[in-house]
């Protein structure tokens, strides 16, 4: 799966230590000029949007119910600076809705050097 497929979920985990449910997308696109690829995320995070409170989410993950929410962006390339503002108003909106955005490189390896 990947941030492409904008109709997919592409991964979810369960912490039930922490009592979180983690919806994963996996991004590896490069950063453009023209925000195509924001425009892409931003379809991406909707659905994502959509699958939680359309009541999709329990359906799929019963043992989650009532944990904390988190959708993860696990970038390969370091964000542009627009992206970053992006991701600013999203933790703010997801926030107000009670879920928690986070965002950063590939645990192992980080980030991939942006090409031009």
Do not use: C
């Not at 799966?1 to 994963?24: N, P, W, Y």
């Not at 329990?58 to 944990?67: N, S, V």
């Not at 964000?79 to 926030?95: E, R």
Request: charged share 25%; aromatic share 10%; net charge negative.
């Amino acid at each position: 799966m990947s941030v492409v497929e904008t109709d997919v979920i592409d991964a979810i985990g369960l912490e039930k230590e922490a009592q979180r449910v983690f919806l994963s997308i996996i991004d590896a696109l490069v950063w453009d000029a023209e925000n195509v690829h924001l425009y892409t995320l931003q379809e991406k995070i909707n659905t994502y949007l959509y699958f939680i409170e359309s009541g999709e989410l329990d359906k799929a993950l019963p043992d989650g119910k009532g944990f904390d929410i988190a959708i993860e962006l696990i970038l390969k390339h370091m964000p542009s600076d627009s992206a970053i503002t992006f991701f600013d108003k999203t933790t703010q909106i997801l926030l107000d809705k009670g879920i928690i955005f986070v965002f950063g490189p590939d645990r192992n390896s980080g980030y991939a050097e942006q090409q031009s």
